[in-house]
C-alpha cells in the first residue's frame, strides 16, 4: 500500500519556464511534508518543507503547495534552470513517528535549455 | 565537510557473507536514520536512533539485520548471510530531535550481492 504517491515518473521541461513536480498520499496522520533533490550516486538533498498548519511554503525560486483536503501537494519551480534537471522525491512523516519519512517513487525532472 | 559520511561509498560481496556499513551523522543531530533504495523507488524507512536508543524497527528489517549507535554518534548496520535481494542502496540520514526537522542525507552505500 504506497501511501505517498508521484504519479509522473519523468517530467520534461525548457530551460525557464515553470516546472510542476506532483505528488499525493492516502494517510490523514501525515503532517509534515518535505521535498529532496537527488543526483546519480549521491543522496537525497533537502529542498523545502512544509507543515500541514500551512498551505504554502516559498524559498527562492522553490514554492511547495499543499492541499490538504485533496491529500495532494506540489512544487514549483520558477524559472527552471538545467541544474535543476535530477529526481525529485516527496516525503511525508506523521507526528509521533518519529520523523521518519515515507516517501515516493520519485519524478524525474530533465530542464532543456 | 560536517555533512553526513557513509564508508564504505561501494560494496561487492558474495552471497552467504556479512556486511557492515558505518554512518557518521551530523554532530549536534541526536536523531539517525537508515533507508534503503533500490533502483526506480523512492528509500524506504529500515530502523532510527534517539542517541543510543533503537526506537523504531520497520518489518522490512529481517532478522538478518542489526544496527547499532553505541554511543549515540556513528552508527553501523550489518547484514549477515546476504542474499542477491539485499542488494540495494543503503543510506543514512540525521536530523535535531525537534518534531518537524528535516533530515539530512549522506551519500549512501551501494551494496551488490553476487
Known amino acids: 500500500d504506497q501511501q505517498v504517491k508521484q504519479n509522473s515518473p519523468s517530467l520534461s521541461v525548457q530551460e525557464g519556464r515553470i516546472s510542476i513536480l506532483n505528488c499525493d498520499y492516502t494517510?490523514?496522520?501525515?503532517?509534515?511534508f518535505l521535498w529532496y533533490k537527488k543526483y546519480p550516486a549521491e543522496g537525497p538533498t533537502f529542498l523545502i518543507s512544509?507543515?500541514?498548519?500551512?498551505d504554502k511554503n516559498e524559498d527562492g525560486r522553490f514554492t511547495v503547495f499543499l492541499n490538504k483536503s485533496a491529500k495532494h501537494l506540489s512544487l514549483h519551480i520558477v524559472p527552471s534552470q538545467p541544474g535543476d534537471s535530477a529526481v525529485y522525491f516527496c516525503?511525508?512523516?506523521?507526528?509521533?513517528?518519529?520523523?521518519?519519512?515515507?516517501f515516493g517513487g520519485g519524478t524525474r525532472l530533465m530542464v532543456k535549455p | 565537510d560536517t555533512g553526513v559520511s557513509q564508508n564504505p561509498r561501494h560494496k561487492i560481496t558474495k552471497r552467504g557473507q556479512n556486511v557492515t556499513f558505518r554512518c557518521d551523522p551530523i554532530?549536534?543531530?541526536?536523531?539517525l536514520y537508515w533507508y534503503r533504495q533500490t533502483l526506480g523507488q523512492g528509500p524506504e524507512f529500515l530502523t532510527y536512533?534517539?542517541?543510543?536508543?533503537?526506537?523504531?524497527k520497520s518489518r522490512l528489517l529481517s532478522d538478518r539485520f542489526s544496527a547499532e549507535r553505541p554511543k549515540g554518534s556513528f552508527s553501523t548496520l550489518e547484514i549477515q548471510r546476504t542474499e542477491q535481494g539485499d542488494s540495494a542502496m543503503y543510506l543514512c540520514?540525521?536530523?535535531?530531535?525537534?518534531?518537524?526537522?528535516?533530515?539530512?542525507f549522506g551519500p549512501g552505500t551501494r551494496l551488490t550481492v553476487t
Open positions: 516525503a511525508a512523516s506523521a507526528l509521533g513517528a518519529g520523523n521518519m519519512l515515507t
Open positions: 554532530s549536534e543531530h541526536n536523531r
Open positions: 512544509i507543515s500541514s498548519i500551512k
Open positions: 540520514a540525521s536530523s535535531l530531535g525537534a518534531a518537524q526537522s528535516e533530515q539530512y
Open positions: 536512533f534517539q542517541n543510543e536508543a533503537q526506537l523504531e
Open positions: 494517510n490523514s496522520m501525515f503532517d509534515y
